[in-house]
């Protein structure tokens, strides 16, 4: 199905800046350049924004890496491709790193803490090699830079929740769109994955600092909120105090309360949350969503899999017949509810039964839309050394026919919207298509509408003309 590709496409193409979003910031006389390319998940997005505003108003942002005075990639290693990817990307920069010896550039994220010292002795022009915890250190490391100290490698990580208040937000209206960080790293260990290795122990954020940066963001213009996390539902359960006391604060809100109160906060029209674990997943957060999160009735459910045997050797923790149960669960509680999931296939000793089983639980689920992929092997994860690695093309035969199976389910789901009429919240412009623009459903879906800017950040009513398996094409009804 198409919107894998595209979220595979995503991870593996840096982002390209929202140039429409009205966030363009003009340099000043003696502020650099800093462009920042991003690859990867939610968490990156969120941590590259962080840097851009911890380096503001030092540095600004550029669109163009010829016009930088820093260059820092945002890495993501979840998958080979796209780690791949880094290493091509910091190529070409090292070109202009050779025409102009004073441009910084740094590596982070998560292949720079899975390699650290490793990748500086394969890109020896790196100036910073740092992981999602020292993103905190930049600002002084870069000044030691400019002093001619380095190379340096920040990748230490500490059990404690950093990360310091803005000194100087941006002076810029936000962006419809935020996500809000609300726990750090995973303690789960599912076989397949590095996340555990390369962003740590879990860590929630202290709620106050959750509500005082949500109230900051929708003061600025943000609508549409999603916290962010690898595994939201046990959110309070290890905490932290931030600022570095170093004691652990008694944790005393769970993520249902959390929502609750952050859903209270004036000026949110939309909330949501990503990433939930089916292992944690309680009734509890079925009853805040079905009692009115505002108009939030999407849920993001990974399964992994359908089969009990794999999900068994995955570590997940839950059986086909429990996720089935929440899904039920949530389907009777929120009308029109749109659920999405993410899927491995030709997990280690994974037969065809396995994947049948996975097939089967599709169908039974109906997904909106689904984001598929090969299993790929990681460093540092039990799954590598597991016997029964599936070969390549039996893997690529397996995401084919899975993608065609939700290709089918996913249009009949998207079709039901059209001739409807719908409430969506418009976001920004369509940089791929001049004179659109793109707004949201609550389900999350996206709607393409021909309108003016002025309705950027607005709920309106549109009318779905069209539907495809990916988005759909409405018509804005004068409100
Ligand atoms: N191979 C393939 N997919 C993976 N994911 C995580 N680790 C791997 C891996 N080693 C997928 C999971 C997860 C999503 C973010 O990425 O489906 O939910
Ligand atoms: Fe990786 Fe599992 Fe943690 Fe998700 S819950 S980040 S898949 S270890």
Do not use: W
């Amino acid at each position: 199905m198409k919107i894998t590709h595209k979220k595979q496409k995503t991870i593996i193409k840096p982002k390209k800046r929202q140039a429409m979003d009205g966030r363009i910031l003009k340099r000043q006389k003696g502020q650099k350049g800093l462009y920042i390319a991003t690859f990867g998940c939610q968490m990156n997005e969120y941590d590259s924004k962080r840097m851009e505003e911890l380096l503001y108003p030092q540095y600004v942002r550029v669109d163009t890496p010829k016009d930088a005075d820093l260059i820092l990639i945002n890495t993501c290693s979840i998958r080979e491709k796209a780690e791949h990817k880094v290493y091509s990307l910091a190529g070409r920069f090292r070109k202009l790193k050779e025409k102009r010896p004073e441009l910084i550039i740094g590596i982070g994220g998560c292949v720079a803490q899975q390699e650290g010292e490793r990748l500086l002795k394969r890109l020896p022009y790196l100036d910073i090699v740092f992981g999602s915890h020292g993103i905190y250190r930049l600002s002084d490391t870069l000044n030691r830079i400019e002093r001619g100290e380095g190379p340096f490698v920040l990748t230490d990580m500490g059990d404690e929740f950093k990360m310091p208040p803005i000194a100087t937000p941006l002076p810029v209206p936000h962006p419809v769109k935020a996500f809000v960080t609300i726990m750090q790293g995973c303690d789960n260990f599912c076989t397949y994955c590095v996340v555990p290795y390369v962003r740590g122990r879990e860590v929630s954020r202290p709620k106050e600092e959750i509500i005082e940066e949500v109230k900051r963001l929708v003061e600025a213009g943000a609508k549409d909120i999603t916290l962010i996390g690898q595994n939201v539902n046990s959110y309070g359960i290890k905490g932290s105090s931030s600022r570095g006391s170093g004691a652990k604060s008694a944790f005393n809100t769970t993520f249902p309360e959390l929502l609750r109160e952050v859903a209270g906060i004036k000026g949110i029209k939309r909330l949501r949350f990503t990433t939930s674990h089916p292992k944690d997943f309680t009734d509890e957060i079925i009853e805040v969503m079905a009692e009115g999160l505002p108009h939030c009735n999407h849920l993001h459910l990974p399964v992994q899999s359908g089969s009990n045997h794999i999900l068994k050797l995955m570590n997940r923790r839950y059986t086909r017949e429990r996720y089935l149960k929440i899904i039920e669960e949530v389907k009777r509680r929120i009308p029109d509810v749109s659920i999405t999931t993410d899927i491995i296939v030709g997990f280690p000793q994974e037969t065809e039964n396995d994947f049948n089983d996975t097939i089967s639980l599709l169908k039974n689920v109906q997904y909106d839309q689904i984001f598929a992929f090969k299993y790929s092997p990681r460093p540092f994860t039990k799954a590598l050394q597991f016997d029964g690695q599936i070969d390549e093309e039996v893997k690529s035969a397996r995401l084919s026919t899975l993608l065609e199976v939700q290709r089918e389910i996913g249009l009949k789901r998207f079709k039901r919207f059209e001739g409807r009429v719908v409430e969506v919240l418009v976001e920004s412009q369509n940089p791929a298509r001049e004179g659109e623009l793109i707004a949201r459903t609550t389900n999350n879906l996206v709607v393409n509408i021909t309108a003016s800017n002025d309705l950027i950040g607005r709920l309106i009513n549109v009318f779905i003309e069209e539907a495809s398996y990916h988005s759909m094409r409405g018509r804005a009804l004068t409100p």
